[in-house]
T-cell receptor, first 116, second 113 residues
Framework: AQTVTQSQPEMSVQEAETVTLSCTYD???????LFWYKQPPSRQMILVIR??????QNATENRFSVNFQKAAKSFSLKISDSQLGDTAMYFC?????????????FGAGTILRVKS | EPEVTQTPSHQVTQMGQEVILRCVPI?????FYWYRQILGQKVEFLVS????????KSEIFDDQFSVERPDGSNFTLKIRSTKLEDSAMYFC???????????FGPGTRLTVL
């Protein structure tokens, strides 16, 4: 079974600075997808960024980028120019592309607080 | 922009009662999911549904749980006899067949007293 580990329960960053959230995962599969979801206080789950395991290039979405290290099974999220609205719980998630159900397996989450 | 909707936003029930949580997935999506999140904990997979049948379910999804897509638009989760430990946020998600992002609804907060 796949597992996802987020070792940082809480992080804080000053507005406009850069922060990196860590995620590691364990799988024996070769084809899979990785995601970062944001959950603000409203508790809505919002997709931040996705990465296909077969792509070597790291995904980027505006201020959000990932550092995907397949051999190390590491998938960190970098947030540049942090904004107050980035304050949220961030979940790393894994999806096996060959599972019929294609469920998401989530990490425990990292609470990010952006300070003014 | 299409979105997943869920009703009610908050449901309070007595232990032992049946509850039905409702979801309307995005209209052209083919895969449907229920997840739950106990307060302060991680999001956990409950069940996935495709082609009018369960494709996978977790250990949490025991005989007290059932899912249904009664009319081609709604996707429901029924808990037959609620327990205190069923108190959680329940998220519905849907996915199109040709793209692997799951879109989540806003969640239903279930409180079992």
């Amino acid at each position: 079974a796949q597992t996802v580990t987020q070792s940082q329960p809480e992080m804080s960053v000053q507005e406009a600075e850069t922060v990196t959230l860590s995620c590691t995962y364990d799988t024996s599969e070769n084809n899979y997808y990785l995601f970062w979801y944001k959950q603000p206080p409203s508790r809505q789950m919002i997709l931040v960024i996705r990465q296909e395991a077969y792509k070597q290039q790291n995904a980027t979405e505006n201020r959000f980028s990932v550092n995907f290290q397949k051999a190390a099974k590491s998938f960190s999220l970098k947030i540049s120019d942090s904004q107050l609205g980035d304050t949220a719980m961030y979940f790393c998630a894994f999806m096996n592309s060959v599972d019929y159900g294609n469920k998401l397996v989530f990490g425990a989450g990292t609470i990010l607080r952006v300070k003014s | 922009e299409p979105e997943v909707t869920q009703t009610p936003s908050h449901q309070v029930t007595q232990m032992g009662q049946e509850v039905i949580l409702r979801c309307v997935p995005i209209s052209n999506h083919l895969y449907f999911y229920w997840y739950r999140q106990i307060l302060g904990q991680k999001v956990e997979f409950l069940v996935s549904f495709y082609n009018n049948e369960i494709s996978e379910k977790s250990e949490i999804f025991d005989d007290q749980f059932s899912v249904e897509r009664p009319d081609g638009s709604n996707f429901t989760l029924k808990i037959r006899s609620t327990k205190l430990e069923d108190s959680a946020m329940y998220f519905c998600a849907s996915r199109a067949g040709d793209y692997n992002e799951q879109f989540f609804g806003p969640g239903t907060r279930l409180t079992v007293l």
